[in-house]
């Protein structure tokens, strides 16, 4: 009696090692993974709510100094804005006094990505005087969407209705930029 | 056999113990999990790429801006070199090969070498290549030319000053400050009180010492004098309303 007693005994015992190995053993590996997981995610919460705050932050100062950011966006555009170019020259054309008699633009082979930006090449003609040419190359460089004119080709044209004054054919190449 | 019973009660009890403990976890997991996606669903995605894409823009304004182009300098400066009797017919001027080409006729051929001198003068213009030079039947001479020139001194505005004119000692830099004007101005006063000393040290007793000579010494004086030049003038000057 005494014998069986003690190898129950002994079953129950290898019972609960068995247990302990299958069940805890397990629930502990699993614990610390969903621990692991929620140390992670609670990490990424506090990432994300910093990033938030700054964000906030920094749309206040975007708010603040909105002005001086629709210069800086006119400068340098998210998108090529062709429109804003075509209207752009032919105003100071106009402006400078010469007629502008052709515009082409094309997407430059060098593009100044590593820089941050793409380069666009405005080829362009006006017809007029050298000192209106002047006045339009001031004028040009003081816009304020950066025009960098690498070519300029003048040759003389026809003569004016009293044959006094020379119209000049100017033709001009000029790169501007865009954000990429 | 009790002792049995109460090793694997305990081993239950841990077990459940874990259970409720894993799953309090989960919990706080799956609310973590929530919180991330509410707080993805807060972004405004538009703004933040309007602050990235200006953030990019203003990176690039800096090195842009410094690298500036002024074509306006650049002919302003071709026109003021340019000699009354050149015509020019035609241009290609260009940034990339900073080189500007051109075709002009001139009066005569001293006009196209004073043409090159002046474009010499400059210390932008680095080099000047005379392609072809050719006599009109009008008379005139026909030339084409090629000017190299310095980008940065041509065509780029911005000046920047050497290192060490940061760092100049004191008195230079009042030096600095003063215009040139002032300075020319303090010189031509110096140099005029400079000479009023000399006239008053050298020349008047020279002329108080002639004025006592006698008669005769004078006339030969005078003859002495009568083709000198520089302080002698000056003593000459002195003597001739002497009456002998």
Same mark, same amino acid.
């Given at each position: 009696?005494?014998?069986?007693?003690?190898?129950?005994?002994?079953?129950?015992?290898?019972?609960?090692?068995?247990?302990?190995?299958?069940?805890?053993?397990?629930?502990?590996?699993?614990?610390?993974?969903?621990?692991?997981?929620?140390?992670?995610?609670?990490? *990424?919460?506090?990432?994300?709510?910093?990033? *938030?705050?700054?964000?906030?932050?920094? =749309?206040?100062?975007?708010?603040?100094?909105?002005?001086?950011?629709?210069?800086?966006?006119?400068?340098?555009?998210?998108?090529?804005?062709?429109?804003?170019?075509?209207?752009?020259?032919?105003?100071?054309?106009?402006?400078? %006094?010469?007629?502008?008699?052709?515009?082409?633009?094309?997407?430059?082979?060098?593009?100044?990505?590593?820089?941050?930006?793409?380069?666009?090449?405005? %080829?362009?003609?006006?017809?007029?005087?050298?000192?209106?040419?002047?006045?339009?190359?001031? *004028?040009?460089?003081?816009?304020?969407?950066?025009?960098?004119?690498?070519?300029?080709?003048?040759? *003389?044209?026809?003569? %004016?209705?009293?044959?006094?004054? =020379?119209?000049? =054919?100017?033709?001009?190449?000029?790169?501007?930029?865009?954000?990429? | 056999?009790?002792? /049995?019973?109460?090793?694997?009660?305990?081993?239950?009890?841990?077990?459940?113990?874990?259970?409720?403990?894993?799953?309090?976890?989960?919990?706080?997991?799956?609310?973590?999990?929530?919180?991330?996606?509410?707080?993805?669903?807060?972004?405004?995605?538009?703004?933040?790429?309007?602050?990235?894409?200006?953030?990019?823009?203003?990176?690039?304004?800096?090195?842009?801006?410094? /690298?500036?182009?002024?074509?306006?300098?650049?002919?302003?400066?071709?026109?003021?070199?340019?000699?009354?009797?050149?015509?020019?017919?035609?241009?290609?001027?260009? /940034?990339?090969?900073?080189?500007?080409?051109?075709?002009?006729?001139?009066?005569?051929?001293?006009?196209?070498?004073?043409?090159?001198?002046?474009?010499?003068?400059?210390?932008?213009?680095?080099?000047?290549?005379?392609?072809?030079?050719?006599?009109?039947?009008?008379?005139?001479?026909?030339?084409?030319?090629?000017?190299?020139?310095?980008?940065?001194?041509?065509?780029?505005?911005?000046?920047?000053?050497?290192?060490?004119?940061?760092?100049?000692?004191?008195?230079?830099?009042?030096?600095?400050?003063?215009?040139?004007?002032?300075?020319?101005?303090?010189?031509?006063?110096?140099?005029?009180?400079?000479?009023?000393?000399?006239?008053?040290?050298?020349?008047?007793?020279?002329?108080?010492?002639?004025?006592?000579?006698?008669?005769?010494?004078?006339?030969?004086?005078?003859?002495?004098?009568?083709?000198?030049?520089?302080?002698?003038?000056?003593?000459?000057?002195?003597?001739?309303?002497?009456?002998?």
């Amino acid at each position: 009696m005494s014998m069986n007693k003690g190898l129950i005994a002994s079953i129950i015992f290898a019972a609960g090692v068995f247990a302990f190995f299958v069940l805890v053993l397990p629930e502990f590996t699993s614990i610390n993974n969903a621990r692991a997981a929620l140390k992670t995610r609670q990490a *990424l919460i506090e990432e994300k709510n910093a990033e *938030l705050k700054k964000v906030t932050e920094l =749309n206040k100062q975007y708010k603040i100094r909105q002005a001086d950011i629709d210069k800086i966006i006119v400068f340098m555009p998210e998108q090529k804005r062709i429109d804003q170019i075509v209207s752009s020259i032919q105003q100071i054309a106009s402006q400078a %006094g010469l007629s502008l008699a052709e515009i082409t633009t094309a997407g430059s082979a060098e593009t100044g990505e590593a820089a941050g930006y793409k380069k666009m090449v405005i %080829g362009f003609n006006v017809v007029g005087q050298y000192p209106s040419f002047l006045n339009f190359l001031k *004028l040009l460089e003081q816009n304020l969407r950066l025009y960098d004119i690498f070519e300029i080709d003048a040759s *003389l044209t026809t003569s %004016g209705a009293d044959g006094a004054q =020379n119209l000049v =054919n100017f033709s001009v190449k000029l790169n501007t930029y865009y954000l990429q | 056999m009790v002792w /049995s019973l109460v090793f694997v009660f305990l081993v239950m009890g841990f077990y459940l113990g874990l259970m409720f403990y894993k799953n309090s976890i989960l919990s706080s997991l799956t609310q973590a999990d929530e919180q991330l996606a509410a707080l993805e669903k807060s972004r405004d995605k538009n703004l933040e790429q309007k602050l990235l894409n200006l953030k990019g823009q203003l990176s690039v304004v800096g090195p842009l801006i410094s /690298s500036h182009l002024f074509w306006s300098q650049g002919l302003s400066k071709i026109q003021s070199l340019v000699q009354p009797q050149v015509q020019f017919k035609s241009v290609n001027a260009s /940034s990339t090969a900073a080189k500007i080409v051109f075709q002009a006729t001139a009066a005569n051929y001293t006009t196209v070498a004073k043409q090159i001198a002046a474009f010499y003068a400059d210390d932008s213009i680095t080099d000047i290549v005379l392609n072809k030079a050719s006599s009109l039947p009008t008379g005139r001479v026909d030339f084409t030319m090629q000017l190299m020139f310095d980008l940065n001194k041509f065509l780029v505005k911005s000046i920047k000053l050497p290192e060490q004119t940061k760092e100049l000692p004191e008195q230079t830099k009042e030096l600095k400050e003063l215009p040139a004007e002032t300075l020319l101005e303090q010189w031509a006063r110096e140099l005029k009180e400079g000479v009023a000393e000399a006239e008053k040290k050298i020349i008047e007793p020279v002329v108080g010492k002639v004025k006592e000579l006698p008669p005769l010494v004078l006339r030969f004086g005078r003859f002495l004098f009568s083709t000198g030049s520089g302080i002698f003038d000056k003593i000459r000057s002195k003597l001739i309303p002497i009456s002998l």
